[in-house]
């Protein structure tokens, strides 16, 4: 009788050690989750991870959710300290155009090739803005600025060879000014360079719709174009086009993880992600920030970066952000 009761006990033991593990791919429980954003706060990619957090925690309540920053290097010193955490099932990052470009504008040794792409999440427009006390009252003073000295507009925005970097030289290139003369201040996150806009330290800023909408609604900052087809509702900015530059890019966001995960951990974390992807509270802030929901999982999204990174590869070498 003894025995039988101690053999209960050591089941129950590890029944409870085995459900606690939090170990790589766990899908419940006290398993807790951590969410890089490779940028400074008040960024694009701090956003979404927050967001994320917060729709997570509604998604899945037994789940420890932790976002942290890693700012630097559009993103390549995060990717750098994601590739050592190989295997490893509780960890995302996120990720979006910005990054690939930074990977060559950077010469990063690691590549997107060493993660496990879990989702595509959102696209969202540029927005071009200035000071509200800037003389620019249109895309068009801007351009006429930029023919005359392109070295006396500033323009910040996120990191080299991001997406606003990116936006800038298009810009230039659809004026008729050379996109290696733009004088592009790069930040590291969208905190930063809105910072440099409100102290009226640049000329002009260019980021995602979300990080400045609100901004401008105050009156802090004025809309010079948006760089959507068709305008931004509840955003009083022409597009680029009706402003006379034939501009148009959307930025896009989502999550990888670490490369060499086992089979039952990449779907762990796919089938996380499409559960925050489905929550009240994920679809609420999509529609808040006006992000576009772009929603991708698994090879469909595997493709879609091999696809973005030859594209990408092709604008920066064209600008010349890239030797």
Known sequence: MRLR???????????????????????????????????????????????AEQALKT??????????NVPGAGGTIGLAQLAGEKGNGNLLMTMGLVMVGAIEQNKSKVTLAETTPIAKLTEEYEIVVVPAASPFRTLADMVAA???????VSVAG?????????????????????????????HSGGG??????L?????AGISGVGEFAEHVKSGKLRALAVSSGSRVAGLDAPTMKEGGLDV???????????GGLAEAAAKSLTDLVTKMHDSQPWKEAVAKNGWIDSFQTGPQ????????????KGIIAEMGLVS
């Open 146 to 152: 930029w023919k005359a000295d392109p070295a006396k």
């Open 248 to 258: 148009e890019l959307a930025n896009w966001r989502g999550f990888v993880a670490p």
């Open 5 to 51: 009761v101690f053999a209960a006990v050591l089941a129950a033991l590890s029944v409870t050690a085995v459900s606690g593990c939090g170990g790589p791919g766990a899908s419940g429980g006290n398993a807790s989750l951590r969410i890089m954003a490779p940028a400074a706060a008040g960024g694009g990619w701090d956003q979404t991870g927050r967001t």
């Open 158 to 186: 996120g990191s080299a060879g991001g997406t606003d970097h990116i936006v800038a030289g298009l810009m230039a290139k659809a004026a008729g000014v050379d996109p290696k003369q733009v004088n592009y201040i790069a």
């Open 199 to 203: 102290g009226n330290k640049v000329s």
């Open 301 to 312: 999204f595997a493709e879609y970066l091999k696809s973005e990174e030859t594209k990408v």
């Open 59 to 68: 998604a899945d309540p037994g789940r420890k959710v932790e976002v942290y």
């Open 192 to 197: 930063e360079a809105l910072n440099a806009l």
